[in-house]
């Protein structure tokens, strides 16, 4: 069997060794093989063998040693980090994978104050490594699964058998079957692959980079699915509330625990709701308000030209360009350059009377509140929902609001998470 296709690549190594009874082929990827291996285990091996028979049993006596016998597996399995060895016109197929990867470090998107701060790594026997010493049960099962038809990237489908449904995972390993991508290199990318609508704008399914969360979600029965390359991990089925758990709730007593789950319920009513109540209340409604606070707003607006909604809108944008600032600016001046921004593009625009005094207090209570939410994929959507709702209140004041909520409500009830209600409760 031969590689032509391949011999043109720099990084494609072939080589025949000889000995006065027997000979050996090697090919592999330089970029992708651990080549310390492969003279300590397959080089050095051969010159130490006395004959082509004892040589094969050796390999075969390797964990991961394939036999293959089209060109097209071997091309695959090359690709995928092994070592091919020509012996006696078989072709063995010997995994020598050299995955660069981070070390386990702290998890950063996700921080909590107590317990475990590594976090999930690239390279999945290092991922699956941190799961199994916390979930040390005969019932975790591992598979293997693969998608991206050029990236060919390795996913590990993970649960408990006797805890997960088996509708559940029916429906799971169907939809990563089904994903026909070209290259899938991160979570949030594959989910967006597993969502069949979409126009929808809320997760699914949940992204993690703690495995201490991995391992809470399994111990409910739920599905993890790793990527090879990637520090981050999908769990499902999912519900809305979810999104709304951090690791610290378990750790914290109960009482406390449940008062900060409500925070982040209210956090959630201020950013989602209050733009567009400071719209429908000032232009339609002032009437709801005391006099006294009626009277203030409306002195605050005397010098600005222009109505609620463009106010609003203005400075809603402005926050917007300052958080996708702070993503893509340099680690080193991101938080000096958006706090300046931030502090005074406010300034500013009070002092020019294009925005009132009450206006920066509802951004700023908005822009907090939108980050107390734990996991990002979930204040990112409702970053995006606040518009229809400013939309409505514009046009139809507390009435559109009320109709815009209602209308929320309904299509997350709509929603499903690998057949789960997105709704449910418990």
């Avoid at 000995?19 to 080549?35: G, P, R, W």
């Avoid at 090359?78 to 994978?97: C, P, R």
């Avoid at 169907?174 to 809320?202: P, R, T, Y």
Wanted: charged share 20%; proline share 4%.
């Amino acid at each position: 069997m031969r590689f032509e296709s391949l011999r043109s690549n720099e990084d494609f190594f072939t080589r025949k060794f000889e000995k006065s009874n027997y000979a050996i082929s090697l090919y592999y990827f330089t970029s992708v093989c651990n080549e310390d291996d492969i003279f300590k285990k397959l080089i050095s091996a051969f010159y130490n063998s006395e004959s082509a028979d004892a040589y094969e049993l050796y390999v075969r006596s390797f964990p991961s040693w394939t036999l293959i016998t089209s060109d097209a597996d071997a091309i695959q399995s090359l690709l995928d980090g092994s070592v091919a060895v020509m012996l006696n016109e078989k072709l063995f197929m010997i995994e020598m994978k050299n995955f660069i990867a981070r070390a386990v470090e702290v998890s950063t998107e996700e921080n909590v104050l107590q317990g475990p701060k590594d976090g999930l790594s690239e390279n999945l026997d290092t991922s699956i490594n941190l799961i199994r010493n916390r979930y040390k049960s005969q019932a975790l099962h591992a598979e293997s699964h693969y998608a991206g038809n050029k990236s060919n990237t390795k996913l590990i489908m993970m649960y408990d058998d006797q805890l997960v449904e088996p509708n559940d995972l029916a429906l799971f390993k169907e939809k990563v079957a089904k994903v026909q991508v070209d290259i899938v290199q991160s979570a949030g990318q594959l989910q967006k692959c597993l969502i069949q609508n979409k126009l929808n704008l809320f997760p699914l399914f949940l992204t993690t980079e703690r495995p201490d969360r991995v391992v809470k979600s399994l111990s409910e029965g739920k599905i993890i699915l790793l990527l090879e390359g990637s520090s981050w991990a999908l769990i499902g089925p999912v519900t809305f509330f979810d999104f709304f758990k951090s690791m610290d709730d378990p750790v914290q007593m109960p009482i406390i625990g449940q008062f900060l789950v409500s925070i982040r319920y209210i956090a959630l009513m201020i950013t989602l709701v209050l733009p567009a109540l400071y719209i429908s209340i000032i232009s339609y409604s002032p009437d709801l308000l005391k006099v006294q606070f009626a009277l203030l707003v409306a002195g605050s607006r005397m010098s600005v030209p222009f109505p609620s909604y463009i106010e609003i809108m203005f400075m809603l944008i402005m926050t917007e360009f300052l958080i996708e600032a702070s993503i893509r600016l340099p680690k080193t001046i991101s938080p000096t350059a958006t706090t300046v921004g931030g502090l005074i593009l406010g300034q500013a625009a009070t002092s020019a009377g294009l925005v009132a005094d009450v206006m920066i207090i509802v951004i700023s209570a908005v822009a907090i509140s939108n980050f107390v939410v734990p996991v990002n994929a979930m204040h990112q959507a409702i970053r995006i929902i606040r518009y229809p709702l400013i939309i409505l209140a514009s046009f139809l004041g507390t009435i559109g609001v009320v109709v815009g909520l209602l209308a929320l409500v309904a299509y997350l009830c709509s929603l499903k998470s690998l057949g789960k209600p997105y709704m449910k409760l418990l």
